[in-house]
């Protein structure tokens, strides 16, 4: 089970932060992050970031967000400054994990999305 929190409204460079905390889940999380999808269009890649704090950015939002992520409380937060209108969207936290006993296992599951809108 993924919980998600934060998002909203705000205005043209506004900043929002998100996080995700994850209970439940088979095996260890190796990777969590965050995917966006607008009206009309598809589900997009925003960030993901590894248990080893490696990190990944659209090139859209790079500079803008910071994807940041606390192991011992299995949660990825998500930074956003300087928020366009075109990062309306409602966003989907992703986990990745794995399990390796009895057989090596991969996990995926998705949060219920949150809404950000920006907008004056």
């Known amino acids: 089970q993924l919980q998600a929190s934060g998002g909203g409204l705000v205005q043209p460079g506004g900043a929002l932060g998100l996080s995700c905390t994850a209970s439940g889940h088979r095996g260890e999380i190796r990777i969590m992050g965050w995917y966006r999808q607008a009206p009309g269009k598809q589900r997009e890649l925003v960030s993901t970031?590894?248990?080893?704090?490696?990190?990944n950015y659209a090139d859209s939002v790079k500079g803008r967000f910071t994807i940041s992520i606390d192991n011992a409380r299995n949660t990825v937060y998500l930074r956003m400054n300087n928020l366009k209108p075109e990062d309306s969207a409602i966003y989907y936290c992703n986990v990745h994990s794995v399990t390796y006993l009895p057989s090596f296992r991969v996990d995926e599951y998705w949060g219920q999305g949150t809404q950000v809108t920006v907008s004056s």
């Open positions: 970031i590894t248990s080893g704090a490696l990190t």
